[in-house]
């Protein structure tokens, strides 16, 4: 036994010295590093630890180009949501890399601390920088987005405003037949014994395929102007407004007959007229020698109804007061030609403009009385 393990005390002896000498050696080469680190000026430092900054960096702005919500975030300047959009773990080995290198020029535990503080807050110029041209890109379509919409909805406009215009032509058509139907009914039926109500009844009858079409044509025409607004009562608000310009044509065809024959007899014989008219002339209902005329004119008579009738239906005021001169069209039309009879110094669209301005204000004002 002695002679097998003769000479074992110097092989232990032997290891003991090389694991010795093997710790020596790394101790020399990691104070060689550290030397060699030390010795290194910031500037050096700097240069090395650059590459791993612009890879992280570059990391992170490939990630929100990627990232399309992140990359709208960013773009509005709301850089932390954008990083905060980004899916968990992104570039983290770049992170980690650009750490661990700065622990090794700076020492354990400054990489962190450069990560969260210089880092962090120089990140949105650098990804600012990288995402240029992007941005760019995405501003470009944005305005070419907002510039078609614009184009649509100037299209639309347009093609809305071609559409009230036809549809106050097929208005006016239809209006303009159904009062020449009921003054000529009224005129036949004038010399009856009946009164202007049951005569204006009579002549509506009579005419209701033409009302019924005027009807229709000036609900669509206010469906196109406001679409948002409830139609379904206007039938009723349309022919309330016949009725009441069919009766005043009544009451006017009944005056003239009741004229006494002294008066007919002293006064020239009028003009030969023809007895279809396109709208009838507007006039007070008060009958013959009753007093004063009334205060208010048919014009504002029809505007009050009107605003009242569509009390609560509009919240633009704007728009009450084109519906109330759509519907009081064929007052504000007897108006001027009442206007022209007894003027005529101005032409009959003169007249019919002045007419219009001056229901204007009138229904203004109604509709302010009224609020």
């Not at 003009?271 to 709208?279: E, I, L, M, N, R």
């Not at 569509?310 to 069209?329: I, Q, S, T, W, Y």
């Amino acid at each position: 036994m002695v002679g097998v393990c003769e000479g074992c005390g110097d092989t232990m002896r032997g290891l003991n010295r090389f694991a010795v000498a093997v710790c020596a050696i790394f101790l020399t080469v990691e104070a060689r590093a550290q030397a060699d680190v030390s010795a290194l000026t910031e500037a050096q430092k700097r240069k090395i630890h650059l590459p791993y900054v612009r890879a992280a960096t570059n990391c992170i702005s490939q990630s929100l180009l990627m990232a399309p919500d992140a990359v709208r975030l960013a773009k509005q300047g709301q850089w932390a949501d954008a990083l905060r959009a980004l899916p968990k773990g992104q570039c983290g080995a770049e992170i980690s890399t650009l750490i661990g290198t700065h622990d090794q020029l700076y020492g354990a535990g400054t990489g962190q601390t450069f990560f969260a503080g210089p880092y962090i807050n120089d990140l949105p110029r650098a990804l600012g920088n990288r995402l240029k041209g992007e941005f760019e890109r995405l501003a470009a379509v944005e305005a070419r987005e907002i510039a078609a919409r614009q184009q649509e909805v100037a299209r639309q406009e347009a093609a809305k405003r071609a559409r009230i215009e036809e549809a106050d032509r097929v208005v006016t058509l239809y209006r303009d037949k159904m009062y020449e139907c009921t003054t000529n009914q009224i005129v036949k039926l004038a010399a009856s014994s009946e009164g202007a109500e049951v005569l204006a009844t009579a002549a509506m009858t009579i005419c209701d395929d033409e009302i019924a079409n005027a009807v229709r044509a000036g609900t669509a025409k206010l469906r196109i102007q406001f679409p948002d607004a409830e139609t379904a009562p206007l039938r009723a608000d349309f022919e309330a407004v016949i009725k009441k310009n069919v009766v005043t044509s009544a009451v006017q065809a009944k005056a003239a007959l009741n004229v006494p024959r002294q008066q007919a007899a002293s006064e020239p014989p009028p003009a030969p007229v023809t007895p279809v008219v396109a709208t009838p002339p507007q006039v007070s209902t008060a009958p013959v020698n009753a007093g004063p005329a009334p205060a208010a004119s048919p014009v504002r008579e029809c505007l009050r109804t009107m605003a009242k009738a569509r009390e609560g239906k509009f919240v633009n005021r704007d728009d009450l007061v084109k519906a109330m001169l759509d519907l009081c069209r064929p007052e504000i039309e007897g108006a001027a030609r009442s206007a022209f009879l007894k003027d005529d110094k101005a032409s009959l669209e003169q007249t019919r403009d002045k007419t219009l301005q001056e229901a204007l204000r009138e229904a203004r004002e109604v509709v302010g009385s009224a609020n």
